[in-house]
């Protein structure tokens, strides 16, 4: 089942702060995060695996709670090149590989 | 090559056609994925390998979709008897170990 993923767009200014979530009604294993730009592949970000890790990428930084099943990705400072879809992607309990089931994106502008 | 290649970038077909889309993963990568996107949604998993061996082709849509990785390199997704809501973007994903998944521009297929 497709996580969900909140909000599906966000407008921002330069210099602003944003967090998307991630939800899932299965047991996680792991969650993913990337980004795409228009016409371009997505671009992985980061990792996270069961345990409550928290990590960062520049001044992008997420976190996973496994009891609720959610992750959030917080853009901090946000920069003009921050612009693009964010997509979480979930690997289920002891799933083998990388068979990630993806949401449905979050829309990010980040305006001047 | 540096990234996954994939070719063709663009196809039209006509509906009751077979298209064979091709991957070539980056050099040394063990698991290659397929996945296929709607326009403004998340990529959606289809099979994937790891060296020659499917792992898992739960997302198949179904019969007339098959995938191949014979040299556990290049691998080809083939649909057959091609319909119209076969259009879609096609994106081969390649990994080393599980982790990270590097994605290729895509294959564009349009059946008219």
């Known amino acids: 089942q497709q996580p969900v993923q909140s909000p599906q767009a966000v407008i921002l200014r330069e210099g602003e702060d944003a967090v998307i979530n991630c939800s899932s009604s299965?047991?996680?294993?792991?969650v993913h995060w990337y980004r795409q730009k228009h016409g371009e592949a997505p671009v992985f970000l980061m990792i996270?695996?069961?345990?409550?890790e928290q990590k960062g990428h520049e001044k992008i930084s997420a976190s996973f709670n496994e009891k609720k099943q959610q992750s959030s990705l917080y853009l901090t400072a946000s920069q003009l090149s921050y612009s693009g879809t964010y997509f979480c992607g979930t690997e289920a309990e002891r799933a083998a590989g990388n068979k990630l089931t993806f949401g449905g994106g979050t829309r990010v502008l980040v305006k001047p | 090559g540096a990234g996954v290649s994939q070719s063709p970038r663009y196809k039209v077909t006509k509906r009751g056609q077979d298209v064979a889309l091709r991957c070539d993963p980056i050099?040394?990568?063990?698991?290659l994925y397929w996945y296929r996107q709607a326009l403004g949604q998340g990529p959606e998993f289809l099979t994937y390998?790891?060296?020659?061996?499917?792992?898992?082709k739960s997302g198949l849509p179904n019969d007339r979709f098959s995938a191949e990785r014979p040299e556990g390199s290049i691998s080809t997704l083939t649909i057959q008897r091609t319909e119209q809501r076969d259009s879609a973007m096609y994106r081969c994903?390649?990994?080393?170990?599980?982790?990270?998944?590097?994605f290729g521009e895509g294959s564009r297929l349009t059946v008219l």
């Open positions: 994903a390649s990994s080393f170990p599980p982790g990270e998944l590097f």
């Open positions: 996270l695996l069961k345990g409550g």
């Open positions: 390998f790891n060296y020659e061996a499917q792992q898992d």
């Open positions: 299965k047991a996680l294993y792991s």
């Open positions: 050099s040394g990568h063990v698991s």
